[in-house]
């Protein structure tokens, strides 16, 4: 197996992040997404997040799946993201991102066959600790070029 | 904004489908600006073929971004409780997608219902390169006819209630 398996379990710390508006707007625009909750000025107040914003929190999963697991870029493959929203998340708001490794192995794929395979799970939490959002991510990574 | 009603929203029902999304190379880069993701089968053609890729294709979540829109964009701002989605096939540069979605079943939460819906995204080919679950949680009655007692016997309505 190419991933460090001596990896599992490992979670990064809680890095802090403001969300921007810009940030928001950026996601919105690529998504085509016209929902003026995500927009500024939406009810005189800060706009929520989309849904998928969650996977703009990258600086602690980066670390985590190059640093610590070892895994080589251009082999990597997303399989699958499970997201759960608890609490809204919205322009200017403080949270605190925190991914953990919870799988390590290899599994069955039709494609690819044996390949490596990680999962991830991502917290996003305010300043009390109470959660906001969620994810579950899982990746393939492809072997060597024969 | 429009408020769904919870009658409407009955099992076997379609969503709006969205008009098809092109997944162009210059949307791929917009998205990995957006999320941050510049793994660079995503976005440097050179790299990707170099390590067998097949040439640069859409990151995972950029459907899943449309995904989401197939519900958010019909009910409006009640926010999603859930979005799950597999990605079952690479998306290539100048593929379109289909992007649909379906009322797959209501259930009851104490005084709310937990609607979940099927969506997926198909290409040009037909084949489906997303496919997925979202689910959101609306209230069975208006909000003002809550009392308070009922707002802490239904932590997703107040959820809800917390953003509308």
């Known amino acids: 197996m190419s991933l460090n398996a001596r990896a599992l379990g490992t979670t990064t710390p809680a890095t802090p992040t403001i969300v921007e508006q810009s940030r928001i707007d950026a996601l919105c625009d690529v998504v085509n997404d016209h929902n003026p909750a995500f927009r500024r000025g939406w009810r005189g107040g800060p706009a929520l997040a989309p849904p998928t914003f969650i996977n703009c929190f990258r600086d602690a999963k980066s670390q985590l799946v190059i640093d610590t697991l070892g895994v080589d870029m251009p082999r990597l493959l997303h399989g699958e993201q499970t997201m759960t929203y608890h609490r809204p998340i919205r322009a200017g708001d403080l949270v605190f991102q925190q991914v953990s490794l919870v799988e390590v192995g290899q599994k069955a794929t039709r494609a690819m066959g044996a390949a490596d395979f990680f999962k991830v799970w991502i917290t996003l939490r305010n300043d009390q600790g109470e959660l906001l959002a969620e994810a579950y991510q899982s990746f393939f990574v492809r072997g060597e070029r024969r | ?164």
Request: glycine share 12%; aromatic share 4%.
């Open chain 2, 1 to 164: 904004m429009n408020r769904p009603d919870p009658g409407e929203l009955v099992t076997g029902r379609p969503l709006p489908a969205l008009a098809p999304e092109v997944v162009t190379r210059e949307r791929i880069l917009s998205y990995a600006g957006a999320s941050g993701d510049f793994n660079p089968m995503h976005v440097d053609e050179v790299l990707n073929l170099d390590a067998g890729g097949g040439g640069v294709f859409a990151h995972g979540m950029l459907g899943t971004g449309f995904l989401g829109r197939v519900v958010t964009d019909h009910l409006g701002d009640v926010p999603l409780a859930s979005l799950a989605v597999r990605c079952t096939k690479v998306v290539r540069p100048g593929a379109r997608l289909f992007c649909s979605g379906v009322v797959q079943d209501t259930t009851t939460s104490g005084r709310d219902v937990v609607v979940r819906f099927g969506l997926r995204a198909t290409d040009d080919e037909n084949d489906i390169t997303h496919d997925g679950t979202a689910s959101v949680v609306l209230p069975m009655r208006e909000l003002d006819q809550y009392r308070g007692d009922d707002l802490d016997e239904s932590p997703l309505l107040v959820r809800w209630r917390a953003i509308g």
